[in-house]
Nanobody
Framework: QVQLVESGGGSVQAGGSLRLSCAAS????????MAWFRQVPGKEREWVAT????????FYADSVKGRFTISQDNAQNTLYLQMNSLKPEDTALYYC????????????????????WGQGTQVTVSS
């Protein structure tokens, strides 16, 4: 049973930084990509960033490019999201997402390409 557990959310002022973590467990075969999404009540889930685990290639939504960095620690089975220069519009519930083992995709940010989701961690940015 694959499980994803996020941590690191909190409340910060605009311009501040936070680092989110996602601990993945239960994989018996390789996962080729992982991602972060975020969601505000009443809106659709929004893709934030994807990392392809074998190459380390990363992709970002335009809204966070240059401010957020997605990374991984394969030895610890942990995904990270370093968020700098935070803005009030970054306020959301942030989710870690991962696919079934062995599944591949060439599109970085479609919700349908992910099979497992964490419970979310709240990020609140005040002005």
């Amino acid at each position: 049973q694959v499980q994803l557990v996020e941590s690191g959310g909190g409340s910060v002022q605009a311009g501040g930084s936070l680092r989110l973590s996602c601990a993945a467990s239960g994989y018996t075969y390789r996962r080729y990509y992982m991602a972060w999404f975020r969601q505000v009540p009443g809106k659709e889930r929004e893709w934030v960033a994807t990392i392809y685990t074998s190459t380390g290639s990363t992709f970002y939504a335009d809204s966070v490019k240059g401010r957020f960095t997605i990374s991984q620690d394969n030895a610890q089975n942990t995904l990270y999201l370093q968020m700098n220069s935070l803005k009030p519009e970054d306020t959301a519930l942030y989710y870690c997402a991962a696919p079934e083992a062995g599944r591949r995709t060439v599109v970085a940010g479609r919700v349908v390409d992910f099979d497992y989701w964490g419970q979310g961690t709240q990020v609140t940015v005040s002005s």
